[in-house]
């Protein structure tokens, strides 16, 4: 299994963008499809976005579409999720997964790796 680490959050006014970066180690990350995936304080985790192991297939939750894009560099193991237009409902803590059978699904459980999270705060 992969080892996955997050990188790139912080705080940002509204309007503005965040790069997250997912990093992942120990495994062949080119067989991973990876998603990404936020939970706000006493929210439930929530389903952001997912690439195929490729990229050539994205699939993303409405609440994000069209604001945030996710792409990936197999050669530098990395899964990128590009946030933009960014608003105080965006505040949460980020998590990339990697689901080892290459779905590009919504659903948590499916995913067999995870980060620990990093935070992304919007002020208005």
């Known amino acids: 299994q992969v080892q996955l680490v997050e990188s790139g959050g912080g705080l940002v006014q509204a309007g503005g963008s965040l790069r997250l970066s997912c990093l992942a180690s120990?495994?062949?990350?080119?067989?991973?499809?990876m998603g990404w995936f936020r939970q706000a304080p006493g929210k439930e985790r929530e389903f952001v976005g997912a690439?195929?192991?490729?990229?050539?297939?994205?699939n993303y939750a409405n609440s994000v579409k069209g604001r945030f894009t996710i792409s990936r560099d197999n050669a530098k193991n990395t899964v990128y999720l590009q946030m933009n237009s960014l608003t105080p409902e965006d505040t949460a803590g980020y998590y990339c997964?990697?689901?080892?059978?290459?779905?590009?699904?919504?659903?948590?459980?499916?995913?067999?790796?995870w980060g620990q999270g990093i935070q992304v705060t919007v002020s208005s």
């Open positions: 997964a990697a689901d080892s059978r290459g779905r590009v699904w919504y659903i948590a459980d499916v995913y067999d790796c």
């Open positions: 120990g495994g062949t990350f080119s067989r991973y499809s």
């Open positions: 690439i195929s192991r490729s990229g050539g297939t994205t």
